[in-house]
């Protein structure tokens, strides 16, 4: 079973005229593409609703009640608790988006002022207004670097931000040299997002 990168757990809903249905989490938060999101069933006999939803699949994660939606598009995602009948208990929508992060290098803005230091301790930091706290992850690119006419590109995947060996294969960075960071792709457990690429310049 996937795991997902969301952890959940206050409580919300809807009633309906017949049968009480509440889908339980934190809040009611976006989903995000590609990004499970897990959320629990409250009622009575909730083990024998049928789950289904219009944007991706749904899988039960054990037998009390929890399940986890996948959406697959950008959008909305509805997720419809129906019983046996086929009557509809609760529909609920969801707004699907791609999560934002944002890398930057410690060290560097869009200039590399101090290439000494750059080349010893720069470091890739991740934001994303929508994580908190600690996480693993690691960054794959290609680093071009462009001097007098030359390019040479070097492969690269970065431990939670750690490019220590930038100095090994860039063994000289000259004013006016520019470095690209392409081809970014940031993998978070067995997720992976695209993010843009970085240009810099010596001075």
């Known amino acids: ?47 024998s609703y049928i789950i289904t939803t219009d944007n991706g699949k749904i899988e039960q994660y054990n037998s009390d009640c929890t399940f986890v939606v996948y959406p697959e598009n950008i959008g909305i995602a509805k997720i419809k608790v129906k019983d046996k009948t086929g009557k509809i208990l609760l529909e609920e929508p969801y707004k699907v988006r791609e999560i934002e992060f944002k890398l930057s290098i410690i060290g560097a803005n869009k200039n590399v002022i101090d290439i000494e230091y750059f080349l010893n301790f720069s470091r890739l930091d991740l934001v994303s207004p929508d994580f ?46 520019i470095l690209v960071f392409h081809k970014m792709k940031l993998l978070i457990g067995e997720y992976q997002f695209d993010t843009s690429s970085i240009v810099l310049t010596a001075e």
């Not at 889908?23 to 593409?33: G, V």
Request: one cysteine or more.
């Open 132 to 177: 908190s706290g600690q996480f693993s992850w690691k960054c794959q690119f290609e680093l071009i670097h462009i001097s007098e006419n030359k390019i040479i590109t070097h492969s690269y995947i970065s431990e939670h931000g750690s490019i220590k060996t930038l100095k090994e294969k860039i063994k000289s960075l000259n004013r006016g040299d």
């Open 1 to 47: 079973m996937k795991k997902s990168l969301i952890v959940v757990f206050l409580l919300f809903g809807l009633f309906c005229s017949s049968q009480e249905v509440i889908i339980k989490q934190d809040r009611k938060s976006d989903l995000f593409k590609g990004v499970g999101f897990p959320f629990s069933l409250i009622g009575k006999n909730c083990e």
